[in-house]
Nanobody
Framework: QVQLVESGGGLVQAGGSLRLSCGASGRTASNYPMGWFRQAPGKEREFVAAIRWSGGSTFYADSVKGRFTISNDNAENTVYLHMNSLKPEDTAVYYC????????????????WGPGSQVTVSS
């Protein structure tokens, strides 16, 4: 079993930056991909970014490409989402996900989910 816990969310002005962290406990995170989804009020969960621990390949949604960066720290068993140039439309609950079977862009393909962290961007 794997437990994921996000931290680092909060309130920021448009144009600002935040860093989300996701700590993984249980099975070693270096054995599976990890990523981030988000869900805004009244909308479906959408893919944000993903990383393959081995090799470090990264994937991004078009809406965040060039502004967000996903990275990991093998020693700390932690994955990060660095968010720059934040926009009000980035406001959402951000979920850390782990262990992928299928298309990384679909929520159903991810096995483990954190409880979520609220990010609010004011205009």
């Amino acid at each position: 079993q794997v437990q994921l816990v996000e931290s680092g969310g909060g309130l920021v002005q448009a144009g600002g930056s935040l860093r989300l962290s996701c700590g993984a406990s249980g099975r070693t995170a270096s054995n599976y991909p990890m990523g981030w989804f988000r869900q805004a009020p009244g909308k479906e969960r959408e893919f944000v970014a993903a990383i393959r621990w081995s090799g470090g390949s990264t994937f991004y949604a078009d809406s965040v490409k060039g502004r967000f960066t996903i990275s990991n720290d093998n020693a700390e068993n932690t994955v990060y989402l660095h968010m720059n140039s934040l926009k009000p439309e980035d406001t959402a609950v951000y979920y850390c996900v782990g262990d992928l079977e299928g298309d990384y862009r679909t929520p159903e393909a991810w096995k483990y989910w954190g409880p979520g962290s609220q990010v609010t961007v004011s205009s």
